[in-house]
C-alpha cells in the first residue's frame, strides 16, 4: 500500500510538472485570443484598402494567373470564387465578422475554425502578398481550433452555467503543439542562418538587414552608423534563437525563467519593430509570447487587484429581466471584475424598492453608497483594471447626459432590448482534452515537424512516402520554412522608377502619383507612401524576383486601368516603362555599386 501510494504520489508530481511545461494557463490562451483576434481585424483593416488592386480580376493578379500559374496542389481559396468587389467585400465582412467573434469569445471554437479557414483562403487568393508574418498568424490559428480560447474574458465565460469551477491550465496535445509550434518558429529560422557565414563567423547579417531599404526604418538606419553594436546585435540574435526557447522548458523556478524568457522575447521583437518595417510580425510575435503567462503570474495580479473598493461591490439587477441578467454577467466578465456578486434585486426589500423608483439596476460600493443608471455604468468602469481609463470621459457631463438618456430608453424597452441579446445563451462551460482530439493533433504536429526538417535538408527527408502525403500540407497550409532573414538577409536591394507618357505628351511617374520623374534614391517618408503597406512592399520586391515575370503583364495592365480610370482625354495614359534601379548591398566598407534596368514595357491603347 505504501509503495502503491509512493507512485501515485510520484505520477501526480510528474504530470503537475508537464502541465506546468506544456501546459497553458486558461487565462494566459484568453489574452493570446484577444490578441490574435485584434491582429486579423488589423490585418483585414489594412487589406480592405486595396481589396480591388490586390483580390479582384480587375488587380495585379486575376484568377486567371493564381490557378494557372501560382498556386501549388492542393491550395484552395473562397475568395477565388469570384473576381468582383462586391463578393470580395462581402467575404472580407464575413471575416471581420468571425475576428470580432473570436475577441468577443462568442461561438469560440467555431470562430477559430472559420478564421483559420478565410485567412488560408485570403493568403491562397495572392500568394505574392505573403510575409512572414502571415505563415506565423496562420500557423498559429491552426492550432487555435483545437484550444479552449474561450474560457475566460468572453461571452462564453460570461453566460457559464456549470457549478464546477475551471482548471487554472489545461495540459494537451494542442498546447504542446502550439508551444512547439512557436519554438520551431526560432530554432529552424536560426538552423537556416547558421549554414551562412554571414551570421557566423562575420557577424554581418544585422548590417545587411538594415541596409536593405526596403524595410529600414529611420532608427534602422541610424544604427548603421554603429558596426560594432550590428555584430553584438547579429551574434546575440543567433544564440538567443537557438538557445532561449529552451529556458522554457527549465524544470526548476519554472515560473523565474519562462517570465525572463518572455520579457526577453518581447524586447527582441520591440527591436524589430523599431528597425525594420515588416507589418504586423513584431506585434503578433509580442502576443505570441504571452500565451506563456504562468499560472503563478496571474494569480499574483488577482491578489494586487483585489482591492477593497473592488471586494466591496455589489450589483443588483431585475431578475424577472433576462436581458438585464445577461447584461450583468458581460459587463463583470469584460470590466475583469471576477469576484464582484450578481444579486437579485428582488431578493433585498430597500434595494427593489430604489430599483422601481428610478427604473434603474442599483450598484452599491464599498461605502454602502448606491448608484443608478448610467452613473453606475461609470463607477463599475472605474473599478476596472483595464478600462479605468475611460472613467473621465464617461463621467463628462454631455457624455453623461447622453448616456443616461440612451440608458433610460433601454431600461423603458427591455423587451426589444432583448432581442438583441437573444442569441447569447448560458450554456456551461467544460474545458477538457479528449484523448481523440489530443491524438490527431500530436499527428499533425508530428507531421509539421517533419516538415520543418524537409525545409531545412530537403535532400535527407525528401522520401516517396512522405512525398505522397504532401497534400495535408497543402490543404492545411501547414507547409511550413521559417527561413526569415535567412540563410542569410536579401542584398537585392533597389527602387523602382515607373515613367509614364500620357496622351498630350507629358511624363509622370505613377508610383507617385503622377508627380515629376525622378530617379534619385527615395527616402523613408517617399517609401512609405510608395509601399503604403506590407503587402504593396512585398509584392514590389516579388517582382525583382523570379515569380516577377509572370507578374508585370498583369501588373502592367493594372497600371494602365487604374491610371485611366481616374484620368480623362489627354491626361490619359498612353504607355509607360518599369525602371529597376539596382543597388545591391556589398559588405561594409565597399563602394555601392548602382545601375539601372528596363525591367517591362507597356502600351495602354
Known amino acids: 500500500m505504501v509503495a502503491e501510494a509512493q507512485k501515485s504520489k510520484s505520477l501526480i508530481k510528474t504530470r503537475s510538472k508537464l502541465e506546468e511545461l506544456f501546459g497553458l494557463d486558461l487565462r494566459s490562451l484568453a489574452l493570446f485570443r484577444i490578441g490574435i483576434a485584434l491582429l486579423l481585424l488589423t490585418d483585414l483593416f489594412i487589406r480592405s484598402g486595396d481589396l480591388v488592386a490586390h483580390y479582384t480580376d480587375a488587380g495585379v493578379l486575376p484568377r486567371s494567373l493564381l490557378t494557372e500559374e501560382l498556386w501549388k496542389p492542393g491550395y484552395w481559396s473562397i475568395h477565388a470564387i469570384s473576381g468582383q468587389p462586391l463578393v470580395q467585400a462581402l467575404i472580407f465582412l464575413l471575416a471581420g465578422c468571425m475576428a470580432l467573434a473570436l475577441l468577443v469569445g462568442y461561438q469560440t471554437r467555431l470562430a477559430a475554425i472559420a478564421s483559420w479557414t478565410l485567412v488560408v483562403s ?61 519554438c520551431f518558429v526560432y530554432w529552424f529560422s ?16 544585422v548590417y545587411y538587414a538594415l541596409s536593405f531599404d526596403q524595410y529600414a526604418t529611420h532608427f534602422g538606419q541610424l544604427l548603421l552608423k554603429f558596426p560594432p553594436l550590428l555584430t553584438f546585435f547579429t551574434l546575440s540574435t543567433l544564440w538567443l534563437e537557438w538557445i532561449g526557447p529552451l529556458f522554457l522548458f527549465v524544470p526548476f523556478r519554472t515560473t523565474w525563467f519562462r517570465c525572463a524568457t518572455i520579457l526577453t522575447f518581447i524586447s527582441l521583437h520591440i527591436g524589430f519593430g523599431l528597425s525594420l518595417q515588416i507589418g504586423i510580425f513584431p506585434v503578433l510575435s509580442v502576443f505570441c509570447w504571452l500565451v506563456f503567462i504562468p499560472s503563478e503570474v496571474w494569480d499574483s495580479w488577482g491578489k494586487r487587484l483585489y482591492t477593497p473598493e473592488r471586494a466591496g461591490l455589489r450589483i443588483y439587477y431585475d431578475t424577472e429581466c433576462g436581458f438585464c441578467k445577461k447584461v450583468v454577467h458581460l459587463l463583470r466578465t469584460f470590466l475583469l471584475l471576477p469576484n464582484i456578486p450578481l444579486l437579485m ?30 452613473e453606475a455604468i461609470a ?11 475611460l472613467t473621465p470621459v464617461l463621467r463628462w457631463r454631455p457624455v453623461m447626459s447622453v448616456g ?22 448560458f450554456r456551461p462551460i467544460e474545458v477538457r482534452s479528449p484523448r481523440p482530439l489530443n491524438l490527431i493533433t500530436l499527428l499533425l504536429f508530428a507531421y509539421t515537424f517533419i516538415w520543418n526538417l524537409r525545409s531545412f535538408a530537403p535532400e535527407v527527408f525528401n522520401r516517396r512516402t512522405l512525398n505522397s502525403v504532401d497534400w495535408i500540407s497543402r490543404v492545411t497550409r501547414l507547409d511550413q520554412s521559417w527561413s526569415i532573414f535567412a540563410p542569410s538577409p536579401p542584398r537585392d536591394d533597389g527602387w523602382y522608377v515607373i515613367p509614364g507618357q500620357l496622351a498630350d505628351g507629358t511624363q509622370v511617374d505613377l508610383l507617385r502619383d503622377g508627380s515629376a520623374v ?78 539601372q534596368k528596363t525591367t517591362w514595357q507597356q502600351s495602354c491603347s
Open 122 to 182: 485570403l493568403h491562397n487568393r495572392n500568394p505574392a502578398l505573403i510575409f512572414a508574418a502571415d505563415d506565423v498568424l496562420r500557423a498559429l490559428l491552426f492550432w487555435c481550433m483545437f484550444l479552449p480560447l474561450g474560457a475566460y474574458y468572453s461571452i462564453e465565460r460570461a453566460l457559464n452555467t456549470s457549478p464546477k469551477p475551471l482548471p487554472k491550465r489545461i495540459l494537451s496535445g494542442a498546447t504542446l503543439a502550439l508551444t512547439l509550434q512557436i
Open 190 to 205: 536560426a538552423a537556416f542562418k547558421t549554414t551562412s557565414p554571414i551570421w557566423w563567423p562575420q557577424g554581418d547579417a
Open 379 to 389: 463607477y463599475i468602469c472605474s473599478l476596472s483594471p483595464v478600462f479605468k481609463f
Open 518 to 595: 525622378s530617379y534619385e534614391k527615395p527616402v523613408v517618408q517617399t517609401r512609405n507612401a510608395i509601399y503604403h503597406n506590407m503587402q504593396w512592399r512585398t509584392y514590389f520586391i516579388n517582382l525583382n524576383r523570379g515569380i516577377g515575370k509572370k507578374l508585370y503583364p498583369y501588373y502592367g495592365e493594372y497600371l494602365c486601368r487604374h491610371w485611366n480610370a481616374r484620368h480623362q482625354g489627354l491626361k490619359q495614359l498612353k504607355n509607360f516603362e518599369i525602371h529597376f534601379i539596382n543597388e545591391k548591398t556589398v559588405p561594409p566598407g565597399q563602394p555601392q555599386p548602382v545601375d
Open 345 to 374: 434585486a428582488q431578493d433585498d426589500p430597500s434595494i427593489f424598492a430604489d430599483m422601481q423608483t428610478y427604473n434603474s439596476w442599483v450598484v452599491v460600493d464599498w461605502q454602502a453608497r448606491r448608484h443608478y443608471k448610467f
Open 404 to 425: 443616461t438618456k440612451f440608458y433610460e430608453t433601454v431600461a423603458s424597452n427591455r423587451r426589444t432590448a432583448g432581442k438583441f441579446t437573444k442569441p447569447l445563451k
